[in-house]
């Protein structure tokens, strides 16, 4: 307790003393404030990521896909297989009374960026007028919903945001001619990049016979293994069930991670730089307080107390630093629409753990970087640092 008594009474003088020396804690501040603000935005994209793919999964829903395919691209489901889907137990009823079945079609589509007009890439998703029932979160924004039988486009809001030509009465060229834009729609997942015209209208643009995928809307959660059984049972399918979280989640969890690595390794180098400058930082910082901390010697404070307030100071600056860095990008980035190619349009996302991993990031860069200067501290003769200079 004593200890802690001292290492904090130091500690205090050291910070108010801070002001005499404000250019070179600057340095420190600033350095770190560019390790957490290069960390941040990077894994912001992961975790940006993360949400907007999670998110499109319910415990409700079941995705039905063609055997061997890892993912609703590349599945084929021909049109014959939908009504025997249809006919399975467990899916729930709509309020007409029909099963709440969404045959999907999936496909890509390159529009303008409004930041440099280059082309992006994002899914143009066909679903059938079940899918709105099926998938709730489906909120119409503006404009109307999408007819049956009509060659016409509903948008994300953030794809719009993305992308130019997407207002409500825009003329988007799609496959087999112009698709005009009737309403924005939102949910808060993955989806708002994405593109939505009607199933049977694709499939007919694409000239393709098979769809994608099938979602269905289950009775509860538990109905799914009966809904599993009654297809993969079936010698007249041959398909893959999956309840849609579980997708998802193994979707989430293929998505390559280099860009994650190039980040940390972009801001190991940052770090290293930010090291350096912590170094020379404290060692300066030591020798202005050297009368200061012969002082503090002279009337009972030990070596180590002494010590600890250099690490201390240290640490304090590098989290001010990082937490200022991280802060600017929050403001400047958090909720910027993305577009990650295959992947589609989705926001980045500043999320409470970032600021955590910059901290740790930035306690670990300080204890280093003070740990030469706060031994050189705690063994600085009293005697020599009292004579007069």
């Known amino acids: 307790m004593h200890s802690l008594r001292q290492i904090f009474g ?25 390790v957490g603000g290069v960390l941040s935005l990077g894994l912001s994209i992961f975790e940006g990521v993360e949400r907007a793919v999670l998110g499109m999964g319910d415990p409700d829903r079941a995705i039905v896909l063609s055997t061997g395919s890892q993912a609703h691209p590349n599945s084929s489901i021909p049109r014959a297989w939908i009504n025997i889907v249809s006919d399975s137990p467990g899916i729930r009823k709509d ?41 709730s979160e489906i909120r119409l924004i503006s404009g109307r919903m999408l007819r049956p039988g009509q060659r016409e486009l509903m948008v994300g809001v953030t794809a719009q945001e993305k992308f130019s030509g997407l207002e409500l009465g825009d003329m988007v ?62 010698p007249a399918l041959s398909v893959t069930v ?44 030591v020798d202005s307080r050297t009368v200061e901390i012969a002082i503090l010697r002279a009337i009972g404070f030990d070596g180590f107390s002494v010590a600890a307030s250099v690490v201390l100071e240290a640490m304090i ?17 958090d909720g910027y629409a993305y577009n ?16 955590i991993v910059g901290i740790t990031w930035a306690l670990v860069i300080a204890f280093i970087g003070a740990l030469s200067p706060s031994i050189r501290a705690a063994q600085l003769p009293v005697a020599t640092a009292l004579q007069v200079r």
């Open 173 to 234: 060229p799609g496959p087999g001619g112009l698709w005009p834009i009737v309403g924005t729609f939102a949910t808060g997942n993955l989806a708002d990049g994405d593109l939505l015209a009607d199933s049977e209208t694709l499939i007919s643009a694409l000239r393709r016979t098979a769809y994608n995928s099938i979602v269905v809307k289950l009775d509860s959660p538990d109905s799914f293994d009966v809904f599993k059984s009654a297809l993969t049972k079936n």
């Open 242 to 285: 999956e309840r849609q979280t579980d997708y998802w989640k193994r979707i989430f969890e293929i998505i390559p991670n280099r860009a994650v690595y190039m980040i940390y390794t972009l801001s190991l180098f940052i770090a290293a730089g930010a090291l350096a400058g912590t170094v020379q930082t404290m060692h300066s910082a």
């Open 95 to 135: 309020t007409d009374g029909s099963p709440m079945v969404d045959a999907e079609v999936f496909s890509n589509i390159y529009l303008p960026k409004k930041s440099n007009k280059k082309d992006g890439l994002t899914a143009l998703r066909g679903i059938s007028p079940k899918g709105f029932s099926v998938s």
């Open 10 to 34: 130091v500690t205090m003088v050291s910070l108010g003393s801070l002001y005499s020396r404000i250019k070179m804690s600057l340095i420190i501040v600033v350095g770190l404030a560019s």
């Open 317 to 333: 600056l590098a989290s001010v630093g990082t937490i200022i860095g991280t802060a600017i990008v929050w403001l400047l980035f």
């Open 340 to 355: 990650a190619g295959a992947v589609g349009v989705f926001r980045l996302a500043i999320t409470p753990h970032l600021v």
